[in-house]
């Protein structure tokens, strides 16, 4: 390297450094980021290396880019603060996003909650109460408050709602499978755990929580195997489940098993838009004292429809820790994700849910 390039080298590493130290938020908000929000600097921030779009972005921050793994891990020491600073930002711009829209059930297309109680027809949330809470608080039936909305059909790999599961009943097709039109009566545990298994083998996230779900309990027939189930959901969560991973959260959570991996399962739940997932992650923060946090996770939650969400929201607006307007528009939030989720066949359903619980 002759004296005018070694001087051309310094001069672009110290610019560099000076640009990614010096002026960071030019470089986030003002035309400095490509739109994946990569930065676009065109040599590489340890040796200065001119590399165009061969070089490689930090997947953490991506406020930098670096021509090979060496100089990466040589610039380390130097980038690590900024680096971790800003992978915080983007994982909290992440979570705390819009979650997505529920899934809707692919028979009346309505969304389909986590839990069935959400879609009890009562009046709307107020001020002073959350009627689906206060119900939930003083029945005394903990199955129903534990009911999940969906109903899975290992043969065709597909889900639907309570209230579809309760109209086809009524049409005299209980029996059927209502997309393959299967008769399922004469389904036999162990047919049923074959099927499943079917599911499993091709890689059908929902047919691992299912069985993994069995094996915890020891339904359908399986003995109560929880290291197998924990092997069927950590399966399921690498594909993506929201519902494994909200059992996974739950898992580390009770008892404080592990509090780092609960809020890891938690935090990949709520941004699939699991709204008991991130009404858990609420309450964490808001016993660690980052109330703020807290208020938001709650805010997100009560609005994709959580009664224990938009009842905590209440309890802190009356502390003094919420204004009107925030509690104003996050009722209204509230009642409406309630009312898209209500239907008389869901009601219906879930009054025969209460007798037959009422008779055992």
Known sequence: MDVHQRRRFSLS?????????????????????????????????ECGEEGGVSLKACKACMLVRYCNANCQRNHWPEHKKICKQRAAELHDEALFKDPPAKEDCPICFLPMPVKLITCMSLPPATISSVPIRDYALTSENENLKNECTDHYYPCCGKSICGGCVYSFAQSGNDDKCPFCNANRADKTDEKNMQELMKRVEANDAEAMYVLGSHYQAGHGGLQQNEERAMELWTQAAKLGSSDVHYELGIHFHEGGRDMKKAKFHYEAAAMAGHEIARYNLGCIDFSSGNNSRGLEHCRIAASAGSHLAMHSFLVTFNQG????????STLIAYNSSCAEMRSEARDAYIRLLIDRFDEN
């Open 13 to 45: 590493k110290a610019w560099l450094r000076f640009y990614i130290k010096i002026r960071r938020d030019d470089i986030l908000g003002h035309g400095h980021m490509d739109h994946l929000g990569v930065a676009t600097t065109h040599c590489c921030a």
């Open 321 to 328: 820790m919420v204004s009107r307007d925030a509690i104003d």
